[in-house]
């Protein structure tokens, strides 16, 4: 024992068995990737693109059934209840700049704080807590993209709403969902 104390104090041996535990952190976290996307692949993905406004998305239709729809928008819903995505897209009639949008959206009713938001020229990602009226179960992650078109006439949006219960088990479709969506025409 006193060996191994004594070697660890030396800095070569201590920086050896740092760079050692690190490799097996990663090699760990490399390992748990595959898994995770593995587990997003199981749901049985499809491509769509909507026939009016352009915008394409890959659906967790494995996951979720589509719950009805209006022109512009569409509704899936996991089939007991924990999760919900919304397609949306519409006409910029009114011009609204992006600030304005996300500012509205920010404030819509039922979102308690946003933790998280970026964006970019034609983009915006919104992501906090939701609290639906009357309702004390789990407070619900939401995460919301909104794209424009190139000439800002029209936006698309994907809202995907999920218990924070279940947060590890939707971060892998979140992520689907954010690569594959794709601005409107």
């Not at 769509?48 to 022109?71: K, V």
């Not at 919104?126 to 800002?152: H, N, P, W």
């Not at 590890?168 to 479709?173: F, T």
Request: include cysteine.
């Amino acid at each position: 024992m006193r060996v191994r104390l004594k070697h660890f104090g030396c800095p070569a041996v201590r920086q050896a068995m740092i760079s050692k535990m690190l490799l097996r952190l990663f090699a760990a976290a490399w390992l748990a990737m595959p898994a995770t996307a593995a587990f997003a692949q199981s749901y049985g993905w499809e491509s769509y693109r909507d026939p009016e406004f352009g915008f394409s998305i890959d659906l967790p239709l494995g996951l979720m059934e589509p719950a009805g729809g209006t022109e512009g928008r569409m509704t899936f819903v996991e089939p007991g209840g924990s999760g919900q995505l919304v397609l949306y897209a519409e006409y910029n009639r009114e011009g609204r700049s992006l600030e304005d949008l996300k500012t509205h959206l920010a404030r819509s009713a039922g979102v308690e704080e946003v933790t998280y938001e970026r964006g970019g020229n034609s983009w915006f990602v919104l992501s906090g807590y939701f609290r639906m009226e009357d309702d004390d179960e789990d407070e619900v992650i939401f995460y919301l993209k909104l794209m424009q078109s190139a000439d800002r006439s029209r936006h698309a949006i994907f809202a995907l709403n999920y218990p924070r219960s279940e947060k590890a088990r939707y971060d892998p479709i979140v992520e689907r969902l954010e690569a594959s969506f794709r601005r409107p025409r």
